[in-house]
């Protein structure tokens, strides 16, 4: 199949334009009306099925738990408002924001419990394929949509994920001719003049995980380079980063990002023709999904509204899910003797960087929650009172390496599931659970609980303090009980830079 | 103050800086045409450099650019519109 579709063909494009005189809905008010709800932005990683699977326990964990707010309990999934995916982490995202909280569990009988790989291998041998390869627009990626579409979303589109309450969902995929992340965005649809409520959800999940080599590239046209018909909103801050003298000095990843909003909005400058956009695996540039988060938080021309909420006192509790479900398979290289072959060599090489750019980019993401955690606590005095006095902001950074001693079974048998889109039921459960405990015993998951009076139970109040502190607690409570030194407001599980 | 624009490698889209729009009353504050918080109080941005603009139009002047970085909470950049 591979050697059939490496033929170059061109697609079915699956993006329309805009209507006349139209443009993209930016989503609706993330933010509420209460101050002290927290809200809850999530990073699920790529990693196929397993990664799919390590999301749904998170989610899981979040489900269990609820925190009163006035006379109700309000469960604590229900205040999930952004959510970015790469690959297998796109499905459970995209299924979460089409399906609800109430629904999750169906992703384990409709995809998660599925033979797909098998589903896959016969579509690919299967010679109607092979002459749909050769004779029409149907490429390989096309293979891993239909299936999505079949088993999950029945050719559900963007429209449909706009539930009341919903989270955003932002399914992020890689732009081949630029390496920019790609999301999946009202606005960045904006800056192709096409109607993303118009697009079938199962484009943007199999974009988000098209494989390199294995799958194919999913295509999209940018209509500014035809004829637009809509009228997008005008973006300033693209046209004012790109002419100002500094930005590119100041933040050069903003720079890039206008450069790039500006390639697809506008030809004629342009730095590089992007008339078609050949999208592969989000992973390739971002594995998890750290940049569209990142964006959604704090850029103040994102449409999520979440910084000036922040600016203005509307949001003073912040919290950010990071699920990171990278393989780390005991590959026995360092027991042989042998050179490694050229299959062991190629795994590593994309694998490696992977990792590295996803650490990296984790690393980075706790400096900036960080930063704000000291904004939040620290005294202006004078003029200008922040309104972003009192904010709290917990990070919660989950990785298989967090695992306790005593659970080395569990992270063990994690930790060896290869990256594919079946699981057998075994591995299936581990990587729920796993999700699952890795939220729960997280320390500043624990502290979020304690802050917001939840009903759970806690042995010692004082420990889940000190265990993730802020630095406006009571001075006792911040005596560290961690021999490791961990700095003050900074989680226990994330490495320095 | 733009003397510490960061080491190659650094990623400054993970830091945040500080910014005061002062007025005579509240005000929406919009950078680069973006609604970003109120006048007389202390904003987080991350660092880069703004075209800062207030709604309404009675004020002057009609706009000022303002380069974000180096700030602190206890040193924000300060900008005056009359």
Known sequence: ?497 | MLCGLGSPGENRDMSVEYLLVVYKEDRDVLADGDRVGVTNHILLLPPDEYIITLSGDDYAPPDQTVALAGTSIVRPQVIVFT
């Not at chain 1, 190629?346 to 984790?362: H, L, Q, R, S």
């Not at chain 1, 202006?380 to 659970?407: M, N, S």
Request: glycine content about 8%; hydrophobic content about 40%; proline content about 8%.
């Open chain 1, 1 to 497: 199949m591979a050697a059939v579709g490496g033929c170059q063909s061109v697609p079915d494009f699956p993006n329309l334009p805009l209507a006349a005189g139209q443009a993209n809905q930016p989503p609706p008010d993330i933010v509420g009306t209460d101050p002290d709800a927290p809200v809850i932005l999530m990073a699920f990683s790529g990693g196929g099925s397993r990664a799919a699977a390590v999301g749904l326990g998170a989610l899981h964990g979040l489900a269990a738990a609820s925190y009163p707010a006035g006379s109700r309990e309000a469960p604590l999934i229900d205040q999930v408002k952004v959510v970015s995916s790469v690959s297998g982490g796109s499905v459970v995202a995209a299924w979460f924001g089409f399906a609800g909280p109430r629904r999750l569990d169906e992703l384990n009988s409709r995809f998660l419990s599925r033979n797909n790989m098998a589903e896959l291998e016969w579509q690919a041998a299967d010679p109607v394929t092979w002459g749909r390869l050769l004779f029409s627009s149907y490429t390989r990626v096309d293979a891993l949509r239909d299936l999505l579409d079949h088993q999950l979303f029945q050719g559900a589109r963007f429209a449909d994920l706009q539930r009341p309450g919903a989270p955003l969902v932002v399914m992020n995929a890689t732009d081949m001719a630029s390496g920019e992340v790609f999301s999946f965005t009202p606005q960045r649809f904006d800056d192709l003049c096409s109607d993303l409520r118009q697009l079938p959800v199962s484009v943007a999940v199999a974009a988000s995980a098209a494989f390199p080599v294995a799958l194919s590239p999913m295509s999209l046209r940018d209509f500014n380079y035809e004829q637009c018909p809509g009228s997008p909103p005008n973006a300033g801050w693209i046209k004012a980063t790109l002419t100002l003298p500094l930005p590119r000095y100041l933040n050069l990843e903003e720079y890039k990002r206008a450069r790039y909003a500006n390639a697809l909005r506008d030809p004629k400058t342009a730095y590089r023709n992007e008339h078609y956009l050949h999208l592969l695996d989000g992973g390739l540039a971002d594995n998890q999904g750290v940049h569209a988060l990142t964006e959604a938080l704090v850029s103040p021309h994102s449409q999520t509204g979440i910084l000036p909420a922040i600016n203005s006192g509307r949001v003073r509790r912040v919290v950010v899910i990071t699920v990171n479900a990278r393989s780390d398979t005991d590959n026995r290289i360092g027991a042989d003797p042998a050179v490694p072959g050229l299959l062991k060599v190629v795994n590593t090489v994309i694998g490696t960087p992977i990792d590295a750019t996803t650490a990296y980019a984790n690393a980075g993401l706790q400096d900036l929650l960080d930063a704000l955690k000291s904004a939040g606590t620290a005294s202006a005095g004078g003029a200008g009172q922040p309104g972003f006095a009192g904010l709290r902001v917990y990070g919660i950074a989950i990785d298989f390496d967090q695992f306790l001693p005593e659970q080395h079974q569990l992270q063990t048998a994690v930790k060896n599931i290869g990256t594919s889109w079946s699981l057998s039921a075994t591995e299936l459960q581990h990587a729920i659970d796993a999700g699952t405990i890795l939220l729960r015993q997280h320390p500043c998951f624990q502290r979020l609980l304690l802050d917001l009076k939840s009903p759970v139970g806690f042995p010692d109040p004082a420990l889940t303090r000190r265990n993730c502190p802020f630095e406006d607690d009571p001075t006792e409570a911040r005596v560290a009980s961690n021999p490791g030194g961990t700095a003050p407001g900074r989680s226990p599980s994330a490495p320095r830079r």
